[in-house]
């Protein structure tokens, strides 16, 4: 009996430990809160920031040029996550992009439902003005557009990292859309952790219901 003990504790101890590391979580905890009381999408008809776990990203008016970045959230995060009922990716884009974007979404779909992928089209101004209201270290380009996407949760608040170890000063605003390595290492990783942050608070809210 003991010998067996021993064996099997053998053969899945390293299994547990291997599957702790893999999963190369950051934090345990809630992810940081870095921008508060980001505005509401005043003009989109049917899309809000309240109450969802957002995506957000600027595609900019050259959208054909942005098509490799959309892919990449399609395939490394979009399709992982948006069963999730509270999940949605919005992209910010100029007026006059609406032809571009359709055959985007056509491509898009061919991979994955694109129900959750939501499109907003504004002037560049308000493009400019909410981006600035997000508080981050970034820039948009001349087209209005950043390969950067960012979280955004259920409060209207950038979430992100405070110590990351590849950024500069620490803090980590948004994901590289033209990277798979940081979408796959981080972006995955801090999507989770959001995730897994509102159904922990689900469920002590309906277990503290139930009392």
Do not use: C, H
């Not at 959208?63 to 959309?70: H, Q």
């Not at 948004?174 to 959001?194: C, E, H, Q, W, Y």
Request: aromatic content about 12%; cysteine-free; charged content about 30%.
């Amino acid at each position: 009996m003991k010998k067996t003990f021993v064996l099997v504790t053998l053969f899945i101890l390293p299994i547990v430990v291997y599957i702790f590391f893999a999963s190369g979580v950051y934090n345990f905890g809630k992810l940081p809160t870095l921008t508060k009381n980001i505005p509401e999408l005043s003009t989109a008809k049917g899309v809000q920031l309240k109450e969802k776990i957002t995506v957000l990203g600027f595609l900019g008016s050259d959208i054909n040029n942005k098509k490799a970045n959309a892919f990449n959230l399609n395939q490394k995060i979009y399709k992982r996550f948006y069963e999730f009922s509270d999940f949605q990716f919005v992209m910010m884009v100029p007026e006059g992009t609406e032809q571009q974007v359709a055959e985007l979404k056509k491509e898009l779909s061919a991979i994955a439902d694109v129900q959750k992928w939501q499109f907003v089209y504004t002037n560049e101004k308000e493009i400019a003005t909410f981006f600035e209201s997000l508080e981050t270290n970034l820039a948009l380009d001349k087209t209005m557009a950043t390969p950067y996407v960012f979280i955004i949760d259920k409060d209207r608040s950038l979430r992100g990292r405070d110590d990351d170890e590849d950024e500069l000063e620490g803090t980590k605003y948004g994901f590289d859309a033209t990277s798979v390595a940081d979408l796959n290492n981080k972006m995955v990783d801090d999507v989770k952790i959001i995730l897994a942050e509102y159904r922990l608070a689900l469920k002590k809210n309906t277990s503290d219901r139930s009392k």
